[in-house]
């Protein structure tokens, strides 16, 4: 039988097309039996692709996780615009529905359009989002058909290339910013081209680290007659663990003595580090005792101390 203690750290799932991400969450915590899980970053029930879910203590690593950079393929129809922008939602617009004679935008005029969105921009996510409005998501006031006055924010796109366009559909690739809503791209390109759009198809394809070769089929998680152990050795052999996470922050090993104090919080003397001063620009370091566990993240601070921000190891048995 599994130990309990080693169900935690990230599964990278692969979402189908239909549940939700707090479904897919459900399903994680049932396999695993613990209440400890949630998803670092929501993709729509339309949207496939990487979902990384954390698995207890794992949890606490959340803000560091969901911020990062993520990578979509995405289908936008032209010629059709909807409340919820991409498909599923209901058609409006007017004048900006498809007209069957009409002719689409050539292959030049939506790639030039597509490039504006390149770079810093302000973008209003969509009505039906998660968004919140004085506490309340954006789509259960959208759901009770009240006003959804949502403000524009701050988003990047690094890179946008399209990877081919026939007649009304685009395919492209976009890597963005945490926060960005390809639904959005997908309604102003139609706005911006004059015949409406919305997003057809979206696979995340990377969130941070975390790629599709990661990734764990739904039906793995759930499984068929597979027992409670089976399914949670599964997720053992799956899971990405702790020591392994943000690999983009440089490790410290620290002593014996430098463990005891991490564990409580103290801060680090360069004497508790087993291979010097931690020096080098960066936000954070990621302390690991001599098995190479994580035990805390810490910020430098003033004397070449490390002070721990993150604790996640309390005991010395963990």
Not at 4 to 31: F, M, N, W, Y
Not at 66 to 76: E, H, N
Not at 141 to 163: F, G, H, M, Y
Not at 182 to 210: I, K, N, P, Y
Request: aromatic fraction near 4%.
């Amino acid at each position: 039988m599994v130990s309990k203690a080693v169900i935690e750290g990230v599964l990278v799932v692969d979402k189908p097309q239909g549940p939700t991400s707090h479904d897919v969450v459900a399903c994680v915590r049932r396999a695993a039996g613990i209440r400890k899980v949630g998803h670092l970053g929501t993709l729509d029930p339309m949207a496939t692709g990487v979902l990384p879910v954390a698995i207890g203590r794992a949890t606490r690593l959340a803000p560091w996780l969901t911020g990062a950079a993520k990578q979509y393929r995405a289908v936008i129809k032209l010629g059709l615009t909807t409340d919820s922008y991409d498909v599923t939602g209901t058609e409006v617009g007017g004048a900006l529905t498809l007209d069957p004679s009409a002719e689409a935008p050539s292959a030049e005029v939506v790639a030039e359009a597509l490039h504006r969105f390149v770079g810093e921009t302000e973008q209003f996510p969509p009505p039906v989002s998660a968004k919140k409005i004085d506490g309340v998501r954006a789509y259960r006031l959208a759901r009770r058909q009240q006003p959804v006055a949502l403000k524009p924010v701050s988003v990047r796109v690094d890179e946008l290339s399209v990877l081919s366009i026939d007649a009304w559909r685009v395919e492209c690739r976009i890597r963005s910013s945490s926060g960005f809503y390809v639904r959005s791209l997908a309604h102003d390109l139609g706005q911006l081209l004059g015949c409406g759009g919305c997003l057809e198809a979206l696979t995340r394809e990377a969130h941070g680290r975390f790629n599709l070769s990661d990734g764990v089929g739904l039906e793995e998680i759930v499984g068929d007659q597979a027992t409670r152990e089976e399914l949670r050795s599964r997720l053992a052999a799956r899971l990405i663990p702790l020591g392994s996470l943000l690999p983009e922050l440089p490790a410290v090993q620290v002593t014996d003595a430098g463990a005891r104090r991490a564990r409580h919080g103290n801060a680090l003397r360069p004497a508790d580090l087993a291979d010097g001063p931690a020096t080098g620009p960066t936000p954070a370091f990621r302390v690991v005792d001599g098995h190479g566990r994580l035990l805390c993240l810490a910020k430098p601070a003033t004397g070449g101390l490390l002070q721990p921000q993150l604790v996640l190891a309390t005991t010395r048995s963990e």
